[in-house]
């Protein structure tokens, strides 16, 4: 098979969130531990940060992977969801995994994975951890994918593992509440590592503090430590938090005898986007008009890329707005400002939310909309219609982004 062969066949093949939502999502480990078994346990032959949380786990993990480049290491980089290309997900470097190595591992593999039914994200997982334990990475990020203790990454022994925060997110897996979440993200805590919380929350604080407890692991909360106040490529407000988690994140795995120098935490917080590509986080796509994109996707996210959003000094704000069809749009509704133009498209993704209902929701709610028949349409327009002093927004979703950037 040729790659693009060989990654059609992965989305089409097998259960995959991306696509279907909640029915791709497995209530226990048993799939992902028999393929590691099978791949000889690629997962216990390097090590490893493990970071979940409901946002900011992607900052914190390219934040983590380029400050460990600059001190000189070899470092594995495992995030998702890619944007352009599957092959984003898994990186060493930097460098993402080549096409070649992805066409192999499914063509060795092809038959014990429909066997077995393998999900994507289980042969993914599977596919990474191989890719890391053969070229012999120093150390590997891993960022969970969805949760913590069910999540098929949940299988590594971390030196450091790490909780971002904790919001309402794909509460149809994880539970309606914040603790409820907090205890699925938990589940990463193991006996005797580490373990970094970002943010100190009254409904979660005393959970991660019982779990790391009871596993006698140690715990930080990094928004009560005190840290320098470290620079960032990364522009977005929230990022401030991060950082303090990764400085905190950083701390721990020094150590453990891991070699990082202040001037390597400087350089790497720096140079984030050049030393691991990251990508849609706050990212300046052109000037005048000034059009930004961003990631952010649920309350949590938007609530802080909203409010730095109107403090851009512009005359007419556009924003280019999608949804996936499970998103609880009563939760975001209230912070989308109502002077604003929207230009309102479906993701061109299966699970993507008809652009008709959302422009009757955008009705029922007195928001300035048109609705367009592709987001690549609505972007179109929306540079048509700003001027140079206006701002444009691209945004509501990860897979919005990804078809602009």
């Not at 914040?178 to 604080?205: D, F, M, S």
């Not at 005359?315 to 209230?334: A, P, Q, R, W």
Request: proline share 2%.
């Amino acid at each position: 098979m040729t790659y693009k062969d060989t990654i059609n066949w992965m989305f089409s093949q097998l259960p995959m969130y991306q696509n279907q939502g909640k029915s791709a999502y497995k209530v226990d480990l048993s799939n992902t531990i028999l393929l590691a078994k099978h791949l000889n346990n690629p997962e216990n032959k390097f090590k490893s940060i493990h970071v979940a949380g409901t946002n900011g786990k992607g900052s914190t993990s390219h934040m983590l992977a380029s400050i460990l480049q600059e001190a000189g290491y070899k470092v594995g980089l495992y995030t998702s969801p890619h944007l352009k290309d599957y092959r984003e997900r898994i990186k060493i470097n930097g460098k993402e995994i080549s096409k070649e190595y992805v066409i192999q591992f499914i063509k060795r593999n092809k038959s014990f994975l429909e066997k077995n039914y393998l999900s994507f994200f289980e042969m993914t997982v599977g596919l990474a951890f191989e890719y890391f334990a053969n070229h012999k990475v120093d150390i590997a990020i891993i960022e969970v994918g969805l949760g913590g203790r069910l999540d098929s990454t949940n299988i590594i022994r971390p030196e450091v593992s790490v909780i971002t925060n904790i919001g309402l997110d794909h509460t149809q897996f994880l539970g309606n509440t914040l603790k409820c979440i907090a205890r699925e993200k938990g589940g990463v805590i193991k006996h005797n590592i580490p373990v970094v919380i970002g943010e100190t929350q009254i409904e979660t604080k005393d959970i991660f503090i019982e779990i790391a407890d009871s596993n006698h692991a140690k715990i930080l909360f990094a928004d009560k430590t005190k840290t320098i106040n470290y620079k960032s490529d990364l522009k977005g407000d929230y990022q401030d938090k991060n950082i303090k988690t990764v400085v905190n994140t950083i701390n721990e795995i020094q150590l453990k005898g891991f070699n990082i120098s202040q001037q390597d935490i400087k350089k790497g917080l720096l140079n984030v986007v050049h030393n691991t590509g990251l990508l849609g986080r706050w990212q300046v796509l052109k000037n005048n008009p000034k059009v930004i994109c961003d990631t952010a996707h649920n309350r949590e996210g938007l609530k802080i890329v909203i409010n730095q959003l109107q403090n851009e000094e512009c005359i007419n704000l556009h924003i280019v707005f999608g949804v996936v069809n499970d998103k609880d749009l009563d939760s975001i509704i209230d912070l989308l400002p109502n002077n604003a133009k929207y230009y309102l498209s479906k993701p061109n993704i299966s699970r993507g939310l008809d652009v008709n209902i959302l422009k009757q929701y955008f009705n029922d709610n007195n928001l300035v909309s048109e609705p367009y028949n592709s987001v690549n349409e609505a972007y179109k327009m929306a540079l048509k219609n700003a001027n140079p002093e206006d701002v444009i927004y691209i945004g509501g979703s990860t897979f919005v982004v990804a078809e602009i950037i």
